[in-house]
């Protein structure tokens, strides 16, 4: 495929994909319950009792091998570690998922890397298990630390990333393409990555991380579908049920849970997506979302750490997102900007479940009255774009940025301009009003453009185009 056009990103109003809530009805709560007594511990007993099993023998497979996976294992480890994908098949079929296979899996040379996705839940593992060879993956490092799945990552041969670590994330990307341009060699296994980088509630495929195609090499898409016959059991991500609760609930689901694994043809890059790595994965996401027929969304991983962060302080995490990748493409914002907007946007609540705005609780942030016609106006151009008569944080995010584009030295310089000319008599009435507000925060009327003075305007780009709407009226 040699398709070269990148999809626009604008600033939409996707649905969020990292909430999921599970409704069941009276008879489903009711099956759950007769199977949490027959057949659901039985399922139970044999897929957990087999999980010890595969993890003493991962234990035993991987002494000796490479700590840090700079060092390809022998072909034989290697066999050793396929065992355990066997293992792996028979631990999903007794929690009672049926597995269906489409589409055949490239070799390593053909397509040295597996993009699963839609990436929605923990079970999504179950890629690892299903045809060829085991493949390596690529995983955070956390995951090395956890108990008994630890040691079972340490026999994919994980490339281990930290996201939040700008370092790690440069070594994790090095060793990554050191293995995909090796992999036709034989000596490292396909890796498996799943492009979105988390989990949500596949409404949308959200922005893909470019770590996968900096390397320039053939990829095989794999959609990953699951089949739930009577509730959602298996999606999980930043709002929805804890996982224990979704295990449980899909090992009761009778049918069984059903997912369809596809491999999809191999996308080999063209010469202008080797060299524009974005492209590249914007290109493989649309062929991904064509097939799967759902839509492209501008949300990131970034967008789930608003939602921890409004947690924190009380905010609905629901509504804490601003599609990120379209922001900081459009606006250049980043994460610790738009979380200090949305501690200003929640300080404007008036109610733990209030989650938006009006013009009469800006006026209250700006310490302006509220009847002024050009912050009114100022409201309904830059932040009330869906003329609700209140805007969401997301709304105040595209506004805040969009406003703050107007801050340079030549509107600065028009601002001391008016602030001097306070003897005219053509003076707008409302100039005034914005200029007490400027003073009190200020100490002083500024005559200058100096540090203090710029500081305000960029922290409150606002003033600046309330001082441009006066401007023009005079």
Request: hydrophobic fraction near 40%; charge should be positive.
């Amino acid at each position: 495929m040699t398709t070269t056009t990148m999809t626009t990103a604008t600033m939409t109003t996707a649905q969020n994909p990292f909430v999921n809530r599970m409704k069941m009805s009276s008879l489903q709560w009711a099956q759950v319950a007769l199977m949490s007594v027959t057949i659901a511990p039985v399922r139970f007993i044999l897929a957990f009792g087999l999980l010890i099993i595969t993890w003493v023998i991962a234990s035993i497979f991987t002494i000796g091998a490479s700590s840090d996976f700079t060092v390809p294992v022998s072909k034989f480890r290697q066999s050793l570690y396929n065992l355990l994908r066997k293992m792996g098949r028979v631990i999903i079929f007794f929690l009672g998922i049926s597995i269906e296979v489409r589409g055949r899996r490239a070799s390593s040379r053909e397509a040295p890397i597996l993009l699963g996705c839609p990436h929605s839940s923990y079970m999504d593992i179950i890629v690892w298990f299903v045809t060829g060879g085991l493949p390596a993956a690529m995983t955070k490092e956390e995951n090395l630390r956890l108990p008994i799945f630890g040691t079972l990552f340490k026999a994919v041969q994980p490339v281990c990333v930290n996201r939040t670590d700008v370092k790690s994330r440069a070594i994790a990307l090095n060793r990554l393409k050191a293995r995909v341009c090796g992999s036709g060699s034989g000596e490292w296994p396909q890796i498996v990555i799943f492009p979105e980088g988390t989990c949500t509630n596949k409404t949308s495929l959200i922005t893909f991380n470019r770590g996968a195609f900096v390397a320039g090499v053939p990829v095989q898409p794999l959609a990953v579908r699951w089949q739930c016959p009577h509730v959602d059991c298996i999606t999980w991500t930043e709002v929805s049920e804890p996982s224990w609760k979704l295990i449980w609930i899909m090992i009761c689901q009778l049918p069984s849970t059903r997912v369809i694994i596809e491999y999809l043809p191999v996308y080999h890059p063209n010469t202008e997506e080797v060299a524009e790595p974005n492209l590249y994965a914007a290109n493989v996401r649309n062929v991904l979302a064509e097939h799967l027929r759902v839509p492209c969304s501008q949300f990131t991983y970034e967008d789930r750490s608003l939602m921890r962060h409004a947690r924190k302080i009380g905010f609905p995490e629901e509504h804490a997102v601003v599609e990120f990748h379209s922001a900081h493409k459009h606006f250049g914002v980043s994460l610790p900007r738009i979380k200090s907007h949305l501690d200003t946007f929640s300080a404007m609540m008036t109610s733990p479940l209030q989650h938006d705005v009006s013009v009469q609780q800006l006026a209250q942030l700006l310490q302006l009255p509220a009847d002024l016609a050009s912050l009114r106006e100022l409201f309904s151009t830059h932040y009330d774009v869906s003329n609700r008569g209140r805007i969401d944080f997301r709304e105040y995010v595209r506004g805040f940025s969009s406003l703050a584009t107007l801050v340079d030295d030549i509107a600065c310089e028009r601002i001391i301009r008016a602030i001097s000319d306070s003897g005219s008599r053509h003076r707008h009435r409302e100039i005034d009003v914005i200029l007490n507000r400027v003073e009190e925060n200020l100490g002083f009327r500024p005559d200058q453009i100096d540090s203090n003075f710029l500081e305000f305007i960029q922290n409150r780009p606002e003033f600046v185009k309330l001082f441009q709407l006066c401007m023009e009226e005079q």
